[in-house]
């Protein structure tokens, strides 16, 4: 099993999908969130939705504490818990990050990272069993506020056999 580093955008998107992270368990050895990436999730609260999931995950979420000095080249193009995350991905020789949003996962790419994303990892996840409907994931993503676009909700569809 293998090991990911993860942004807000994806931690905020499964937890809408699917209420909770454990069954990343299934599928990720060690997840890995930065103390940044952290600082952004718990900025809605103590009692907020993904701030609950992590802590009820802590025997495969590795929450890395404290900061580190990020290089400034990631700073000038990305924001915080993007740079955050390749850094730490950079650092610990893990291969994997997922990142919602189109430039991270391209400066990912750039340094060599393997990038997927919320609806990835919920693609993987059917494939696997761990979820019923990818629609209905979708669906509560949406109802969330979480913006996916036709084109996109469409291709993961086909891809989860569900279209």
Same mark, same amino acid.
């Given at each position: 099993?293998?090991?990911?580093?993860?942004? =807000?955008? @994806?931690?905020?998107? #499964?937890?809408?999908?699917?209420?909770? #992270?454990?069954?990343?368990?299934?599928?990720?050895?060690?997840?890995?969130? @930065?103390?940044?990436?952290?600082?952004?999730? $718990?900025? !809605?609260? @103590? $009692?907020?939705? /993904?701030?609950?999931? #992590?802590?009820?995950? #802590?025997?495969?979420?590795?929450?890395?504490? @404290?900061?580190?000095?990020?290089?400034?080249?990631?700073?000038? /193009?990305? +924001?915080?818990?993007?740079?955050?995350?390749?850094?730490?991905?950079?650092?610990? !020789?893990?291969?994997?990050?997922?990142?919602? /949003?189109? =430039?991270?996962?391209?400066?990912?790419?750039?340094?060599?990272?393997?990038? =997927?994303?919320?609806?990835?990892?919920?693609?993987?996840?059917?494939?696997?069993?761990?979820? +019923?409907?990818?629609?209905?994931?979708?669906?509560?993503?949406?109802?969330?506020?979480?913006?996916?676009?036709?084109?996109?909700?469409?291709?993961?569809?086909?891809?989860?056999?569900?279209?």
């Amino acid at each position: 099993m293998r090991e990911i580093v993860i942004n =807000t955008g @994806p931690v905020i998107a #499964l937890v809408a999908a699917t209420g909770s #992270l454990n069954w990343l368990s299934a599928m990720y050895r060690r997840v890995w969130v @930065p103390h940044e990436v952290m600082a952004e999730i $718990s900025a !809605g609260g @103590p $009692s907020n939705p /993904e701030v609950t999931a #992590l802590y009820a995950a #802590l025997n495969f979420v590795n929450l890395l504490n @404290p900061a580190v000095a990020l290089p400034l080249p990631l700073l000038h /193009e990305l +924001d915080l818990g993007e740079a955050s995350v390749i850094h730490t991905a950079i650092q610990n !020789g893990i291969s994997t990050v997922a990142i919602d /949003e189109k =430039t991270g996962r391209r400066i990912a790419r750039l340094h060599g990272l393997k990038v =997927t994303g919320s609806l990835g990892i919920l693609i993987k996840a059917k494939e696997q069993g761990l979820i +019923d409907n990818l629609s209905d994931c979708i669906t509560r993503m949406r109802s969330h506020g979480i913006w996916i676009s036709t084109v996109l909700i469409q291709q993961t569809l086909t891809a989860a056999g569900e279209s």
